[in-house]
């Protein structure tokens, strides 16, 4: 080929190059796009999404039974709060039973098995404002919304997945993660960042539940505490939790989304 055909040849493909690829100095576009989500909203279940109408404790009592071949005594373990991993090993120390962690996925694998049937049976909610509050965060283009809750992965799934909710939430944190709920945020954190492909900032995230144990977690974190009074704790327990935001329930969604500052800028 002479050189002058080459050359007007190599000028026609930057030109084509040119014209198709008009922003072709620009970024590769695989790189990932912009982040558009700035919030960060994360939801406990029990007792802020949903109640199950008592399932969860009942299919409790049920893995008690056949663990223990006792009835069903839960004591004074406290559940509001806790981690379903944090229950088991408090289930266990209360009968003076070691909690080894092949007995302790023993247990919790029969929690599981048990809560599929109970959920069914026993006649649980939605608490008010759910789902509504849910279809309107997915409307704002700037929240990212996951889970921060005690439950086990597959139990938050059986939970949410029961009551029709369980597409809102890509990712979370749970039990699975640590026993100990004030470890939850960063593992939260990290999903979030991982669906998301942002950084988000302690002051942008928001972790909203019903218990001074949401509250502590969201602190752990710096994020903002968002009590909900729907369950067994007042305004005033959450207020004195340190919750940054406390509400009745979220039934007013466009309230709830204008308080926490929500909106997109
Ligand atoms: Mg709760």
């Known amino acids: 080929m002479d050189a002058d055909i080459l050359e007007s040849r190599q000028r026609l493909n930057r030109s084509a190059f ?4 008009p922003r072709s100095n620009f970024p590769p576009s695989n790189r990932r ?63 003076g039973i070691e909690p080894k962690p092949e007995s302790v996925d023993l247990f919790l694998d029969r929690y599981l098995h048990h809560l599929k049937v109970e959920l069914a049976r026993h ?55 640590s026993r100990d709920r004030n470890e939850l945020g960063p593992f939260a954190r990290k999903r979030a960042h991982d669906a998301h492909g942002t950084e988000f900032q302690s002051g942008d995230i928001y972790v909203i539940g019903d218990t001074p144990h949401d509250i502590a977690c969201a602190k752990a ?7 909900v009074a729907t369950d067994r704790y007042s305004r005033a327990a959450l207020d ?11 039934s007013d969604t466009e309230g709830v989304i204008r308080t926490l500052g929500l909106n997109p800028a």
Do not use: C, M
Request: charged content about 20%; overall charge negative; cysteine-free.
């Open 221 to 227: 974190i710096h994020a903002r505490a968002v009590g």
């Open 18 to 21: 040119i014209r198709v690829h």
């Open 240 to 250: 004195a939790a340190g919750a940054d935001f406390v509400f009745d329930d979220l």
């Open 123 to 177: 006649n649980g909610r939605l608490l008010p404002g759910f789902p509504e509050i849910l279809h309107a965060l997915a409307r704002l283009p700037n929240v990212a919304v996951g889970l921060l809750t005690g439950n086990l992965r597959r139990g938050a799934e059986l939970k949410l997945g029961h009551y029709g909710v369980l597409e809102h939430f890509p990712f979370g944190a749970f039990a699975d993660d």
């Open 33 to 95: 796009p912009l982040p558009l989500k700035t919030k960060l909203v994360l939801f406990d279940i029990d007792g802020t999404i949903l109640s199950s109408g008592g399932a969860g404790e009942q299919a409790l009592a049920q893995a008690i039974r056949e663990q223990f071949g006792q009835e069903e005594k839960l004591g004074n373990v406290e559940l509001a709060g806790k981690t379903d991993v944090w229950i088991a090993h408090r289930i266990f120390e209360v009968r």
